[in-house]
C-alpha cells in the first residue's frame, strides 16, 4: 500500500477536471442546440452545479460514476493504491451530494443529477428529463 503525502494526494486531485469536462460538455451542446440558455458552474449556489437554467430554477449535476459513488461497493474494491483515504474522500462525496441536493431542493430549486454513462449512452433520454423538469416549471 502507498502512503501519498498530502502534497501528492493534492496533485493528483489538481489533475482531476472540475468543470468543462466531456460529459458537461456533451449535455449542454445538446441543450444549446435546443435553444436553451444556461450558466455553467454556476457559484452562487451552493455545490456549484455543472449546468443551471435560473429561469426554471433548475441546477443540473454531470457526476462520474466513481467519485461521485455509483455502486460504490463494488468500485471502492478496485482502490489498491491508499484505498482509505479515497474511500472516505467518495463516501463524503456521496454525503455532499445529498446535502446539495437537500439545500437547493428547499430553495425551490429543481435538481437533477445524471451520471457519465447515462450523458453518453443515453443523451437524449437525459434531455427528455431536463425537458420535463422545464415543463413542470412552466406549468406552476
Known amino acids: 500500500m502507498d502512503n501519498l503525502t498530502s502534497e501528492q494526494r493534492r496533485k493528483n486531485m489538481q489533475a482531476i ?79 455532499r451530494d445529498k446535502e446539495v441536493n437537500e439545500k437547493l431542493v428547499a430553495d425551490g430549486w429543481t435538481v437533477l443529477r445524471f451520471w457519465e454513462k447515462e450523458i453518453r449512452k443515453e443523451t437524449e433520454r437525459c434531455i427528455e428529463e431536463v425537458l420535463c423538469a422545464i415543463k413542470k416549471k412552466e406549468g406552476l
Request: charged content about 40%; glycine content about 6%.
Open 17 to 95: 477536471k472540475s468543470k468543462d469536462t466531456s460529459i458537461e460538455c456533451i449535455l449542454r451542446k445538446e441543450l444549446w442546440a435546443r435553444g436553451f440558455r444556461y450558466r455553467k458552474n454556476y457559484k452562487k449556489l451552493i455545490g456549484k452545479p455543472d449546468i443551471v437554467m435560473p429561469k426554471y430554477k433548475l441546477a443540473i449535476f454531470c457526476d462520474s460514476e466513481f467519485w461521485h459513488g455509483k455502486n460504490y461497493k463494488e468500485s471502492t474494491e478496485r482502490i489498491g493504491t491508499n484505498s482509505d483515504y479515497w474511500k472516505q474522500k467518495i463516501k463524503r462525496n456521496i454525503e
